[in-house]
């Protein structure tokens, strides 16, 4: 039995894309049922619905300060697709404790450090201004403290002289497009085996 995977999406979803396309592959274990994003005006929408996979729109904005609605709201559409599982990839809102624990150890996240370095925002700012040698990504379940649970896998990369934030961002991601997809597979595999 495949595991259905919902991937959340903020911006434009580079990270959802290599998720999706390496869910393509005849033996892997899950597969994408669907692309929520709490931003309409999200690249990564369209990019989703081309490779044919189906997308929700659930704008945080319509919620103002009232989170237990919008994550009410956001619960309701991934059991509508029955979601096994949530990736979040470049996802921007923080789920608060009463969602994280409705699907506790099955939610997982890329975030763009070594952690438990550099939690939260300016990651990349963080790691140049402290003269690092090294930055990278991390996938790790999601708990309730933010960039907090259990680190499934990272990848590094090189600081190189005169780096900005956004060069090294983009060297950060292409290895988060190499992390990603490789740790979904591991954990979904070895889901599967526990069942
Ligand atoms: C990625 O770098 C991801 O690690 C980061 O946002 C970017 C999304 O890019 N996520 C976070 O900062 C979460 N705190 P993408 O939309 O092209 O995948």
């Known amino acids: ?52 996979v189906e997308t929700a729109v659930l704008d945080h904005r319509t919620f103002g300060k009232d989170r237990a ?14 979601a096994d599982i949530i990736c979040l990839a470049g996802f921007m809102r923080v789920l608060g404790p009463e969602f994280v624990m409705k699907y506790q150890g099955r939610i997982l996240n890329i975030h763009p450090s070594l952690l438990p370095k550099y939690k939260g925002l300016d990651t990349h700012a963080r790691a140049i201004q402290a003269g690092d040698a090294h930055a990278g990504c991390s996938v790790h379940i999601v708990t309730p403290a933010l960039d907090d649970g259990p680190v499934l896998g990272q990848a590094s990369v090189p600081i ?10 983009s060297r ?8 990603y997809p490789q740790v979904l597979r591991d954990y979904l595999t070895a889901r599967a085996n526990e069942q």
């Open 172 to 179: 950060v991601l292409a290895a988060e497009h190499q992390l």
């Open 160 to 169: 190189l002289p005169g780096d900005t934030p956004d060069v090294l961002a």
């Open 69 to 82: 609605g919008f994550e009410t709201a956001l619960a309701e559409i991934l059991a509508a697709h029955a």
């Open 1 to 52: 039995m495949t595991t259905r995977v919902a991937i959340l999406i903020s911006g434009g979803g580079s990270n959802m894309v290599r998720l999706i396309e390496s869910m393509a592959a005849d033996d892997h274990p899950g597969r994408p049922v669907i692309v929520i994003s709490n931003r309409p005006d999200a690249a990564g929408l369209g990019k989703a619905r081309a490779l044919g």
